[in-house]
């Protein structure tokens, strides 16, 4: 089965957590601290593996989750770190976050790898605490959430040259002459249902891939039909072949066909608008052929066209030598711009406090992420990480923001779905 789009949630593992502890020996009477620090949480890591050809092996893993790091000890025993998990996928998938639609990686060469979701960080036993003003803290850290992801993957076939067109215009055909490709040929509409991928070779040692695509028709932008599955593949071609049934066998009109694919890609995406294309009008056997090819080079006279006749292997020579001098002369174009992708951030020196408050039902809200992983990684239950946890929180002025805004000592404070009192 040919899958070329999953959605999977992807949970990096917590970090383990930090000891408290003190060395004890006999002999040894001021020991001081030895809690060692927990090992980091797995990271969840997307690699390509050029055998697959499918997302098919991701399609029934729905929630991946990465295991916890070890936990430190005693003795100053740190934790280990957990094992990453490593998915494997084909080469031509794009990664996203489903969440904002950026691109996270567009792995296209075997081995690339991705970390979709790092592992939270372990946290810091209470040796890692001692200072020359507090030699023997009793209190460590929790371990660190890992971060927590809807990711999509999606495939778009490695190809050079994609053959585009109606159904039953002869893509598949051409494709099994000129590779050693073997597609399901049938005289019935969306014979072929997914890519199909052929290694083309020619008498002068060049050598390209093609690639037969689904049938297009009319609203494939839209998503009607086979349209998006089409039109994805198609984005990462460098060359766009369309066949032309110019046999109308079926009573179609040939200028039609062509300007109904050419709407539908112009609407789906200005990259694909603007590559190069030529036109193999196809079924030049049949008796109406000659008569549609004038008419058809009368209104298409801007793209290369090459007469073939499939059924008895005539005219493809010409065309795929043609082929192989156009790709010489492409680039490598990137299928994203910058901005897509999720690391394209832009810089602004902001004096942005790391956190929000507000003020709901006589509750005061107070929202950030920093101040989250700091919550997370307290251990309430130790007096000094407590009161470390109100120090920090002063330290980055909390204390004093909630004072402007008008809250009084022994309001109720939330982080998270937590409730304190506020007071000194």
């Known amino acids: 089965m040919f899958v070329d789009e999953v959605i999977i949630h992807a949970i990096a593992g917590k970090g383990g957590d930090g000891c408290t502890s003190f060395r004890r020996e006999k002999y040894v009477p001021m020991g001081g601290p030895d809690g060692g620090n927990g090992g980091k949480g797995g990271d969840i890591i997307i690699e390509v593996d050029k055998s697959l050809k499918t997302l098919i092996d991701l399609r029934y893993k729905k929630i991946i989750k990465a295991e916890k790091g070890i936990n430190g000890k005693g003795s100053s025993c740190n934790g280990a770190n957990a094992q990453d998990i490593i998915l494997k996928v084909p080469e031509g998938t794009t990664v996203y976050d489903a969440d904002t639609n950026l691109v996270l990686a567009d792995l296209k060469n075997d081995k690339q790898r991705v970390v979709v979701c790092k592992g939270g960080r ?61 597609p399901k040929i ?40 086979l349209g998006h599955q089409f039109l994805r593949h198609a984005m990462r071609t460098k060359i766009l072949a369309h066949v032309i049934d110019m046999g109308s066998i079926e009573g179609r009109n040939p200028i039609d066909d062509y300007k109904i694919i050419r709407k539908e890609i112009e609407a789906y995406s200005e990259k694909l608008k603007i590559k190069k294309e030529i036109i193999i009008a196809n079924k030049m056997d049949l008796d109406h052929a000659k008569e549609n090819l004038k008419k058809f080079k009368k209104a298409i006279s801007n793209v290369p066209i090459f007469e073939v006749s499939a059924i008895k292997n005539e005219g493809l020579d010409a065309c795929l030598t043609y082929i192989a001098d156009l790709l010489d002369t492409i680039e490598e174009d990137n299928l994203y711009n910058e901005n897509e992708y999720e690391s394209y951030v832009v810089y602004k020196f902001q004096n942005e406090k790391p956190y929000t408050i507000r003020n709901e039902n006589g509750i005061w809200v107070l929202e950030g992420k920093k101040i989250e992983d700091l919550f997370r990684m307290t251990r309430f239950t130790e007096e000094e990480a407590v009161l470390r ?36």
Do not use: W
């Not at 490695?158 to 109606?166: E, K, R, S």
């Not at 002068?204 to 037969?212: E, L």
């Not at 920090?392 to 409730?419: F, T």
């Open 122 to 182: 372990g946290g810091r036993g209470n040796k890692a605490f001692a200072t020359h003003n507090e030699p023997a803290p009793k209190f460590s850290e929790l371990g660190e959430m890992g971060e927590d992801k809807i990711i999509k993957c999606e495939l778009k076939v490695m190809a050079d040259v994609g053959l585009i067109g109606m159904p039953s215009v002869g893509k598949s055909t051409i494709l099994s002459l000129i590779s050693a490709a073997k």
């Open 186 to 225: 049938a005289s019935y509409h969306f014979t072929t249902l997914s890519p199909n991928l052929g290694m083309v070779s020619l008498k002068d040692g060049r050598k390209f891939v093609m690639a037969d695509l689904p049938g297009l028709i009319e609203g494939a932008s839209e998503g009607i039909g």
């Open 389 to 424: 946890f109100a120090r920090k929180l002063k330290g980055m002025g909390v204390e004093e923001e909630l004072e402007r805004m008008g809250a009084k000592r022994g309001d109720e404070v939330q982080i998270l779905d937590y409730i304190f009192e506020f007071k000194e």
